[in-house]
């Protein structure tokens, strides 16, 4: 994750530039995005967690289709950072 460093002030006023915050992605957020078969296709590789651990935050992991487990549980160990969620393993971020 990238953050600006020591920002001076009056050149960011002379060149009109202005913070910009991104907020995290939700879990719904992800599950939306996920429903484009496009983007699904790009990200799948990097959604290989076990799906079958307990710590998917759910009561029966069985009720889950498989896209969403796979999302569950990945978000888990990423959470709402983009970054971490679409272009690392699940290895990595463990």
């Known amino acids: 994750m990238s953050s600006r460093a020591k920002s001076k002030l009056h050149e960011d006023r002379e060149n009109e530039l202005r913070q910009h915050t991104v907020p995290s992605w939700t879990i719904e957020e992800y599950l939306q995005a996920a429903e484009h078969e496009e983007l699904y296709r790009l990200i799948e590789p990097f959604l290989d967690i076990d799906r079958s651990a307990a710590y998917l935050d759910v009561k029966d992991p069985d009720e889950l289709t498989e896209k969403e487990g796979r ?13 971490y969620m679409f272009e690392v393993t699940g290895a990595q971020v463990k």
């Open 71 to 83: 999302l569950r549980c990945k978000y888990y160990f990423a959470g709402g950072s983009c970054r």
